[in-house]
């Protein structure tokens, strides 16, 4: 064995306290166990600086104050800009509003309204209806939605376009009645000219002609009325369908009713008056001999 490793042998025998008595005069002689032994009780007056829980924990809160601090300063600053954005939207919305100057007129059940038009032109709008136009460029462009039903007095001018969700009526200057409901279309004119477009399909109708929609058809037809029969008070029908019939008396009164299955098909022809509910019911179902109950809670019951 060499020198280096005979003299580490005893140095790790003496860490071990296994010399012999020989060996440990020897390794004193060599003068390294003093060294060693200063080293060894260095190491014992090592500290470690003990952990202080409570202030570990302080700093840990404080941290996570901050990081929330954070996180809602982001958060206000998103919500700030949701704002912004918002806001701008609104005055842009308020900005198309004052420059297109859209305007929506509606009525309630058993409510009329007559409406005029900018340039002078009349409308009469029926129960449960609605119109809407833009007063911005009216003068060149007259152009108006309806739905339900209303009768119009148009002066001349420009092209006067009403559209429907089913058809579009174009007139120059007139007189008209239009009817747009889901299953139920007509238009009637009275005086002048107009043009009903539905579809692929047109039809050009004169003073005392008016058109109906049946089948995806525009069926023309001959009248000899000058205004419509509602304008007067009362609805006059000829073979027209019984469920179509109770959908105009839902637009004069608040009814709670559904028609039987066994009569979706069946034709009602008579007069309906829109000022007395119960008289309209009789001249109704009393004349078709239908059966019927108004209860107390105002349901009808339909036998």
């Known amino acids: 064995m060499s ?32 060294a060693l032994k200063t080293v060894i009780e260095d190491i014992d007056t090592w500290k470690v600086k003990p952990f202080n829980t409570e202030e570990g924990l302080a700093k840990l809160k404080q941290d996570k104050q901050k990081i929330l601090i954070l996180e809602k300063n982001k ?54 209806s609605a119109v809407t136009f833009y007063k911005k460029d009216w003068e060149d462009q ?3 939605s309806l739905t339900g039903q209303a009768f119009f007095n148009v002066t001349k001018g420009a092209p006067f376009v009403v559209k429907t969700p ?36 047109k039809q050009t109708l004169k003073q005392g002609q008016s058109v109906i929609l049946k089948n995806n058809t525009l069926l023309k037809k001959e009248h000899q009325i000058t205004s419509p029969d509602w304008m007067l008070g009362y609805s006059k029908y000829e073979s027209t ?48 001999e239908i059966n019927y109950t108004i209860k107390e809670s105002g349901n009808i019951i339909i036998y």
């Open 166 to 201: 089913t058809a579009k009526v174009t007139v120059l200057g007139t007189k008209f009645n239009i009817k747009a409901e889901k299953e139920d279309f007509s238009v009637y004119c009275y005086e002048g000219s107009i043009l009903v477009s539905y579809q692929d399909k």
């Open 75 to 128: 958060k206000r600053n998103f919500l700030r800009m949701v704002a912004s954005i918002a806001l701008l939207i609104s005055f842009g919305a308020l900005w198309f509003f004052m420059n297109t100057g859209k305007v929506t007129e509606t009525t309630k059940i058993a409510e009329k309204k007559s409406i005029e038009l900018p340039n002078g032109s009349l409308v009469e709008l029926d129960a449960a």
């Open 3 to 34: 020198k280096k490793l005979e003299h580490n042998n005893l140095i790790a025998k003496w860490l071990d306290n296994s010399l012999t008595q020989s060996e440990k005069e020897a390794l004193e002689s060599s003068g390294e166990l003093d």
């Open 241 to 288: 369908l019984l469920i179509n019939v109770i959908q105009d008396l839902k637009r004069y009164y608040n009814l709670d009713l559904s028609l039987p299955k066994k009569y979706e098909n069946q034709k009602f022809t008579g007069i309906i008056h829109h000022n007395n509910k119960k008289v309209a019911l009789e001249e109704l179902f009393t004349t078709m």
């Open 142 to 144: 007259r152009n108006i």
